[in-house]
């Protein structure tokens, strides 16, 4: 898919009143097709990762084994939708019978929704694609990535630190990719541009099973769910599906 010069123009400043509307009418229409996908998909807990990361990595087998172990508690995995990380946290859910869905980018590259979905949806812009990533989630999972999962994972910890979401459990996974990370985090708590309890936001581990107890201990526990009192039914006449 091509950058619409469009959207590349209302970037430019101010426009027309008339382009404006509907530009906000398109972003409307956007997170109205986001809820009608997604409505039905129970709690979830979505995993970020990069697109790159291809089935012979270790990270994505390590990315197949969590997702279906997270996916045995009872939650739905949710992705980006795309290859990569992405895919492997799908295909895990789907090994063991779990449910996966998807929120995929609209993007000239890259990104193509991969085959391991039960549901998916395609989005135009990111920042409605992270919104819908959030709204269904209890619980987050950051596995290696480039500038995309940085964006996402540092999003989802500012609105916990804000308290603009509840304090839902984070699991940033591979030690040995993220050192470099958590020593720039340790650099602005020094700095005191972060504070030092901001480092229990989240979980910093290499252990599976330490990343599965930390998610059910955190969500399942701690927020009192019950799961498949969750699931909502769809609504005929509004033509809805599960």
Same mark, same amino acid.
């Given at each position: ?47 970020? !990762? ?6 012979? %990595?270790?990270?994505?087998? =390590? ?12 939650? %739905? ?49 990111? #920042? ?6 959030? *709204?269904?989630?209890?619980? #987050?999972?950051?596995?290696?990535? !480039?500038? !995309? ?11 916990? =630190?804000?308290?603009? +979401?509840?304090?839902?459990? +984070? ?27 901001? *480092? ?7 252990? +599976? ?13 701690? #927020? ?11 609504? !005929? ?6």
């Amino acid at each position: 898919m091509a950058p619409d010069s469009k959207e590349i123009q209302f970037l430019e400043g101010r426009q027309s009143r008339r382009k404006e509307f509907y530009f906000t009418v398109k972003v409307a229409w956007e997170f109205i097709k986001g809820f009608r996908t997604l409505h039905f998909v129970g709690p979830c807990i979505t995993i970020f !990762g990069s697109a790159r990361l291809g089935e012979k %990595t270790p990270e994505y087998q =390590q990315t197949v084994e969590i997702a279906g172990q997270i996916s045995k508690l009872g939650f %739905t995995i949710m992705t980006g939708g795309g290859p990569g990380i992405m895919e492997a946290a799908n295909r895990g859910a789907k090994s063991v019978g779990g449910r996966s869905v998807g929120v995929n980018i609209e993007l000239p590259f890259e990104q193509q929704p991969n085959p391991y979905l039960d549901s998916s949806v395609d989005i135009r812009y990111f #920042f409605v694609r992270k919104v819908l990533l959030l *709204k269904y989630s209890y619980g #987050f999972v950051i596995m290696p990535g !480039g500038f !995309g999962t940085l964006d996402e994972f540092f999003e989802t910890i500012t609105l916990i =630190q804000t308290k603009k +979401i509840s304090k839902f459990p +984070i699991v940033i996974m591979d030690r040995d990719y993220h050192t470099k990370l958590m020593e720039y985090i340790d650099h602005m708590v020094e700095r005191g541009t972060v504070s030092p309890s901001d *480092k229990e936001l989240y979980l910093y581990t290499d252990s +599976i099973d330490e990343a599965v107890k930390y998610i059910h201990e955190n969500t399942i526990d701690d #927020f009192e769910l019950k799961i498949e009192s969750k699931r909502w039914k769809p609504f !005929g006449w509004l033509f809805e599906r599960s």
